[in-house]
């Protein structure tokens, strides 16, 4: 159930970054956001700001 908020992240930054490129914008939500999530571990956290 991840993935409609993933979409629309990535969605919400390409509006204010229309030339970012396709690495950029998988990185974004998540950019130092997770300071040690330690070895192995999945988990992500997605924050999203206009």
């Known amino acids: 159930m991840a993935t409609p908020h993933v979409t629309g992240a990535a969605a919400v930054h390409l509006a204010g970054h229309r030339v970012a490129a396709p690495a950029r914008v ?9 300071s040690d ?11 999203v700001v206009e």
């Open 26 to 34: 998988a990185a974004a939500p998540t950019a130092g956001k997770i």
């Open 37 to 47: 999530p330690g070895t192995g571990t999945p988990d992500r956290l997605l924050k």
